[in-house]
């Protein structure tokens, strides 16, 4: 293989249900009634990442029809996730037809996970010397990063970063990446249903492993350990094992690596302005199928400014690319951004406010005088809006950015909150008595996600 090779895998699922929760507060609907912010968000990420990286090679794999051999090991195997949203079961069908249009392999095995496929793939790429990028949110990855294999992940700010063994190795604090294995065996996974260790959680598990190196270790010297944690830790014994083998990606699945298939190639475009049409992605068919067209590259129209990000918690983070059909409204862009975009095109009939014609106040409330400050006075609020900004769609695994409130029209405040768990979880704490005042009414849309991420960090929400 060339030096130059650039191989990347990509997370179907993961990458689906991302760009499909990007737009739930705004999903697009085309003509025919069909929610195509699925596909119209995986498309997005994936021109993204042919124009940014430009892969040499490229695949993309789905998780099969069926179980797969842990399904039938553990029948609780991911059975508490809610059950796939319709629109993304008609919409995963499109996706593979674009994936086929645009020329790239779809890699599915059947009784194996998209994980393990990809984690043999990246295995054996790793082996013979390419560079090879994962590229999925899913943080059990990072047990396959190697010289050669990376990972490529949403950032929290929006974008994407690399990881390689150094970056893993910082962000679970351990020595080995395999020991990704080791700390989701005794911590668990909440969003695969993997049970772990009962009351350890990921500041005990770093512990354990950087005095035992392993679990299969720890378990056999559990008698220097005391207390309540040798009894837990002794008494899970055989459940610590069973999560360490539910959170192995398995790296010998039987399928071979053909970087001949892998190679890039381009793109079917009659299929592509095909399916495009009948999807009504009007401005994506301007975007990616008439290259070189000098009046759509200098001339953006209003709703295709820049790509949203599919990895945050909410869409405040950039504003959209494509707009799906052009009777849909532009999705909410930066809360605290002056513009949200470059085009200063405007109808001499139009009855549209500027915000700078508002009469608005928006404030970053990011030091602890300027948070004092505004507790004092959201606790008179009779009515509160409020949102949480965090690092991903699943509540139960996502992790706050900041929190945003709203007590009158065109007033808002945001209050950000640093990476470390324990910092963020003492300005969460300041604002308790905010959310759990019962005298003002709590008013937000999809609530029940906000109050979820808030239960994880002690606060009850009421009201």
């Given at each position: 293989m060339k030096t130059t090779d650039k191989l990347f895998l990509l997370d179907a699922y993961a990458l689906i249900?991302?760009?499909y929760y990007a737009f739930i507060k705004n999903p697009r609907i085309n003509s025919k009634g069909f929610n195509t912010s699925a596909v119209l968000g995986f498309v997005n990420t994936l021109e993204e990442v042919l124009k940014k990286e430009n892969p040499t090679h490229i695949g993309v794999a789905f998780d099969p029809a069926g179980p797969t051999f842990r399904h039938e090991a553990y029948e609780q195997y991911k059975a508490q996730r809610e059950e796939t949203p319709e629109a993304i079961r008609l919409s995963v069908p499109i996706i593979k037809d674009i994936i086929r249009a645009y020329r790239i392999p779809i890699l599915e095995v059947p009784g194996y996970e998209a994980d393990d496929v990809i984690g043999t793939l990246a295995t054996e790429a790793g082996r013979q010397g390419i560079a090879t990028y994962m590229m999925t949110p899913d943080k059990d990855y990072g047990?396959?990063?190697?010289?050669?294999?990376?990972?490529?992940?949403?950032?929290?700010?929006?974008?994407?970063?690399?990881?390689?063994?150094?970056?893993?190795?910082?962000?679970?604090?351990?020595?080995?990446?395999?020991?990704?294995?080791?700390?989701?065996?005794?911590?668990?996974?909440?969003?695969?249903?993997?049970?772990?260790?009962?009351?350890?959680?990921?500041?005990?598990?770093?512990?354990?492993?950087?005095?035992?190196?392993?679990?299969?270790?720890?378990?056999?010297?559990?008698?220097?350990?005391?207390g309540a944690l040798k009894t837990k830790v002794e008494t899970n014994r055989e459940q610590i094992l069973f999560s360490k083998f539910l959170a192995t990606i398995k790296t010998d699945v039987p399928v071979a690596l053909d970087m001949h298939s892998l190679v890039r190639e381009e793109p079917d475009e009659e299929e592509l302005r095909k399916i495009f049409e009948e999807l009504e992605f009007r401005t994506l068919i301007d975007r990616v199928l008439k290259k070189g067209n000098a009046a759509s590259a200098s001339s953006p129209s209003p709703a295709s400014v820049s790509a949203p990000d599919l990895f945050a918690g909410t869409l405040f983070a950039r504003p959209q690319t494509d707009t799906g059909s052009e009777n849909n409204a532009p999705v909410q862009g930066d809360l605290?951004?002056?513009?949200?975009?470059?085009?200063?095109?405007?109808?001499?009939?139009?009855?549209?406010?500027?915000?700078?014609?508002?009469?608005?106040?928006?404030?970053?409330?990011?030091?602890?005088?300027?948070?004092?400050?505004?507790?004092?006075k959201l606790l008179t609020?009779?009515?509160?809006?409020?949102?949480?900004?965090?690092?991903?769609?699943?509540?139960?695994?996502?992790?706050?950015?900041?929190?945003?409130?709203?007590?009158?029209?065109?007033?808002?405040?945001?209050?950000?909150?640093?990476?470390?768990?324990?910092?963020?979880?003492?300005?969460?704490?300041?604002?308790?008595?905010?959310?759990?005042?019962?005298?003002s009414m709590k008013v937000g849309q999809n609530i029940k996600y906000d109050m979820i991420v808030l239960w994880n960090y002690g606060v009850c929400v009421k009201g």
């Amino acid at each position: 293989m060339k030096t130059t090779d650039k191989l990347f895998l990509l997370d179907a699922y993961a990458l689906i249900y991302r760009a499909y929760y990007a737009f739930i507060k705004n999903p697009r609907i085309n003509s025919k009634g069909f929610n195509t912010s699925a596909v119209l968000g995986f498309v997005n990420t994936l021109e993204e990442v042919l124009k940014k990286e430009n892969p040499t090679h490229i695949g993309v794999a789905f998780d099969p029809a069926g179980p797969t051999f842990r399904h039938e090991a553990y029948e609780q195997y991911k059975a508490q996730r809610e059950e796939t949203p319709e629109a993304i079961r008609l919409s995963v069908p499109i996706i593979k037809d674009i994936i086929r249009a645009y020329r790239i392999p779809i890699l599915e095995v059947p009784g194996y996970e998209a994980d393990d496929v990809i984690g043999t793939l990246a295995t054996e790429a790793g082996r013979q010397g390419i560079a090879t990028y994962m590229m999925t949110p899913d943080k059990d990855y990072g047990q396959l990063v190697s010289d050669n294999v990376f990972m490529y992940r949403p950032k929290h700010s929006g974008g994407f970063e690399v990881m390689g063994v150094e970056e893993v190795k910082a962000k679970f604090d351990i020595r080995s990446t395999l020991q990704v294995i080791d700390m989701l065996g005794l911590m668990g996974d909440a969003s695969d249903n993997i049970p772990g260790c009962p009351g350890v959680g990921e500041k005990t598990a770093q512990k354990l492993i950087a005095e035992f190196d392993s679990i299969e270790n720890l378990l056999e010297h559990t008698d220097q350990l005391k207390g309540a944690l040798k009894t837990k830790v002794e008494t899970n014994r055989e459940q610590i094992l069973f999560s360490k083998f539910l959170a192995t990606i398995k790296t010998d699945v039987p399928v071979a690596l053909d970087m001949h298939s892998l190679v890039r190639e381009e793109p079917d475009e009659e299929e592509l302005r095909k399916i495009f049409e009948e999807l009504e992605f009007r401005t994506l068919i301007d975007r990616v199928l008439k290259k070189g067209n000098a009046a759509s590259a200098s001339s953006p129209s209003p709703a295709s400014v820049s790509a949203p990000d599919l990895f945050a918690g909410t869409l405040f983070a950039r504003p959209q690319t494509d707009t799906g059909s052009e009777n849909n409204a532009p999705v909410q862009g930066d809360l605290f951004a002056n513009s949200v975009g470059n085009w200063t095109g405007e109808s001499e009939n139009s009855n549209l406010a500027r915000l700078e014609t508002l009469d608005t106040d928006y404030q970053l409330i990011d030091t602890e005088e300027k948070r004092r400050e505004i507790i004092q006075k959201l606790l008179t609020t009779e009515i509160l809006a409020i949102d949480t900004e965090t690092t991903g769609t699943e509540p139960m695994e996502a992790e706050l950015v900041g929190m945003s409130f709203s007590d009158a029209e065109n007033r808002a405040y945001y209050i950000p909150v640093p990476a470390n768990r324990e910092e963020t979880l003492k300005i969460v704490n300041e604002l308790r008595p905010v959310y759990e005042n019962e005298k003002s009414m709590k008013v937000g849309q999809n609530i029940k996600y906000d109050m979820i991420v808030l239960w994880n960090y002690g606060v009850c929400v009421k009201g």
